[in-house]
């Protein structure tokens, strides 16, 4: 079987959601792009790039600007079923997620731009 190499996620604003994925998922942004995003030079359509340098067996996430005039469906760009504690929780709210749901056994929130993701919890 095929494994997972990397995840894109299709987005209007870059700038706003390659931080917030890079604080979700605890990948950082490689530095070339580090530094696009801090002096706002990504030329249009321009995909960020967020990598574990350290462990490269781990999914690439790219944050890809869609083309001018393009429609972005909503939901349903992405989805990504993440685990997390009460501490991780609070950092994806303040990273600027908000709630869409609460489940039994997750929470379904959405990005900054309304992209759905579901924060479980660590299973023992």
């Given at each position: 079987?095929?494994?997972?190499?990397?995840?894109?996620i299709?987005?209007?604003?870059?700038?706003?959601?390659?931080?917030?994925?890079?604080?979700?998922?605890?990948?950082?942004?490689?530095?070339?792009?580090?530094?696009?995003?801090?002096?706002?030079?990504?030329?249009?359509?321009?995909?960020?790039?967020?990598?574990?340098?350290h462990?490269?067996?781990?999914p690439?996430?790219?944050?890809?600007?869609?083309?001018?005039?393009?429609?972005?469906?909503?939901?349903?760009?992405?989805?990504?079923?993440?685990?997390?504690?009460?501490?991780?929780?609070?950092?994806?709210?303040?990273?600027?997620?908000?709630?869409?749901?609460?489940?039994?056994?997750?929470?379904?929130?959405?990005?900054?731009?309304?992209?759905?993701?579901?924060?479980?919890?660590?299973?023992?």
């Open positions: 079987m095929p494994e997972l190499h990397a995840i894109v299709h987005c209007r604003d870059p700038y706003l959601l390659a931080p917030f994925w890079s604080l979700v998922t605890g990948l950082p942004v490689t530095p070339e792009d580090e530094a696009r995003l801090a002096d706002r030079s990504l030329t249009p359509g321009e995909a960020v790039l967020l990598r574990d340098p462990h490269r067996h781990r690439q996430v790219w944050i890809s600007p869609v083309r001018d005039g393009t429609e972005l469906p909503r939901p349903g760009r992405i989805h990504l079923d993440l685990v997390g504690d009460a501490e991780e929780r609070a950092a994806v709210l303040e990273a600027g997620a908000t709630v869409v749901r609460e489940l039994p056994r997750w929470t379904v929130f959405a990005d900054p731009e309304g992209n759905e993701f579901c924060l479980l919890p660590h299973q023992p």
